[in-house]
């Protein structure tokens, strides 16, 4: 009897580690499978757009650069892919300007009322961005205002969060202590803000750009409303294309979307890490 009493806690102990590893194992099996499902659309994606034929087909029945010719050759999506990134520079860089003046005064001037601000900051992001298009669609039937005009304040509106939360992680960053510092050496507040602040903030500030960059390429709903005649967005010649024909050239365009959108998350990552700027 006692040499089975001295056993048990030895046999405890050893079913413990094989506990944990049998719960490690499941948790990484579950994970995995979520990549997988989340990945694997991406991928199809990626090799369709490859595929010679005209079918939308997986796996592709061999390899092709064709629909990636025809993008390029296509005066419509060339076109919508310009002026996509011209309003996606436009858009992204209001936005960075406005979410910093605002970040910059939530952290700096607001002490008990901050939490308010920064909620308020950031409703673009909980109300859906369609009821945002309708009202700026209703606001421009009232006032004589260029579609063009309507188009980037909604999309700097959509923008604007992103800029103002990235901004803020990166501001609360720098230690304030140094800017009083600079304003004890007779600079004024303009000068302290020019040469400490935004120096020391430039990765977040930029990475905020690039962030609101992707969010305004990527729109639908405010272009799909508000967009007129020369002023057709990437997104919405791919939807306008799709009512039509359904070729593999959908899948070498998104395929791009994807390279450049990776690309500049990458370079997001690389400056201050997406988590900050994903704080919203």
Known sequence: MAMQAATLPTVSRRAVPRRRYLSRLALGTAVTAIYVFLLVPILIIVFSSFNPTQANTFPPEGFSLRWYRDFFDSSGFVNAFRFSVVLGLIASFLATVIGFLTA????????????????????????????????????????????????????????????????????????????????????????????????????????????????????????????????????????????????????????????????????IERLVGLRHVLRV
């Open 104 to 267: 910059y005064g939530l952290v700096r001037f607001m002490k008990r009322g901050r939490e308010i601000g920064q909620s308020l900051a950031m409703l673009p992001v909980m109300i859906p961005h369609i009821l945002i298009s309708i009202s700026l669609l209703l606001l421009l039937t009232i006032l004589p205002f260029p579609e063009l005009g309507g188009l980037i304040v909604g999309h700097t509106i959509i923008c604007l969060p992103f800029t103002v939360a990235g901004i803020i992680a990166s501001l609360e960053g720098v230690d304030h202590q140094l800017e009083l510092a600079a304003y004890t050496l007779g600079a004024s507040r303009l000068r302290v803000l020019w040469e400490v602040t935004i120096p020391l903030t430039a990765p977040g500030i930029l990475s905020a750009l690039i962030f609101a960059f992707i969010i305004s390429f990527g729109d639908v709903y405010i272009a799909l409303f508000l967009s007129g005649p020369g002023m057709t967005t990437l997104p919405i010649e791919i939807f306008s294309y799709m009512q039509w024909e359904s070729t593999p050239v959908i899948a070498a365009i998104t395929s791009i979307q994807i390279v450049l959108i990776v690309v500049l998350g990458l370079v």
